[in-house]
T-cell receptor
Framework: QKEVEQNSGPLSVPEGAIASLNCTYS??????FFWYRQYSGKSPELIMS????GDKEDGRFTAQLNKASQYVSLLIRDSQPSDSATYLC??????????FGPGTRLSVLP | EAGVAQSPRYKIIEKRQSVAFWCNPI?????LYWYQQILGQGPKLLIQ????????DSQLPKDRFSAERLKGVDSTLKIQPAKLEDSAVYLC???????????FGQGTRLTVV
């Protein structure tokens, strides 16, 4: 059974700081990785997708993937109170299912 | 581009009753997922379709849950009979292929009393 693990948090950071969210996965065959943001009472919203080793930047968000270490992370620069949410990591394998981690709750303090 | 549509948004039923949820994926998306999300937990995959075939239903409680995707487009998820522990949000998502980005509908919040 494939697993995706995340620290449940809560992770608290001050406004303007860098928030670092981490995720590990058990299936070495995983090919694609995604970070979703979920506000309370809302459905998950895609923030970033990453398919290759290295960094991928999009605005204030940077995803980092290390397939050898089976590790993927999300950095949020200049964190804002509006970034307070649960962040879900997910991994996908061609021909197989799409597995989510339990999520990390982030709280950005004004 | 229209997103994933789900209905109803909310449903309250008594235990042992039946309920059905409907999902219309993004046009052109071959892969469709149904997830169950219990408060405070990550989404749990119930069933994954590729076009109108089932890829994975290993975590679907088949004694009470059923799902179909006719003509490889719309999908329905049914629970019969419902139990108290089925109270959750049921999320439908779709993606172009089975390992690319999945996009979620607004979900259906089910309360079983």
């Amino acid at each position: 059974q494939k697993e995706v693990e995340q620290n449940s948090g809560p992770l608290s950071v001050p406004e303007g700081a860098i928030a670092s969210l981490n995720c590990t996965y058990s299936d070495r065959g995983s090919q694609s990785f995604f970070w979703y943001r979920q506000y309370s009472g809302k459905s998950p919203e895609l923030i970033m997708s990453i398919y290759s080793n290295g960094d991928k930047e999009d605005g204030r968000f940077t995803a980092q993937l290390n397939k050898a270490s089976q590790y993927v992370s999300l950095l949020i620069r200049d964190s804002q109170p509006s970034d307070s949410a649960t962040y879900l990591c997910a991994g996908g394998v061609r021909g197989q299912n799409f597995v989510f981690g339990p999520g990390t709750r982030l709280s950005v303090l004004p | 581009e229209a997103g994933v549509a789900q209905s109803p948004r909310y449903k309250i039923i008594e235990k042992r009753q039946s309920v059905a949820f409907w999902c219309n994926p993004i046009s052109g998306h071959a892969t469709l997922y149904w997830y169950q999300q219990i408060l405070g937990q990550g989404p749990k995959l119930l069933i994954q379709f590729q076009n109108n075939g089932v890829v994975d239903d290993s975590q679907l409680p088949k004694d009470r849950f059923s799902a179909e995707r006719l003509k490889g487009v719309d999908s329905t998820l049914k629970i019969q009979p419902a139990k108290l522990e089925d109270s959750a949000v049921y999320l439908c998502a779709s993606s172009f292929t089975d390992y690319t980005e999945a996009f979620f509908g607004q979900g259906t919040r089910l309360t079983v009393v």
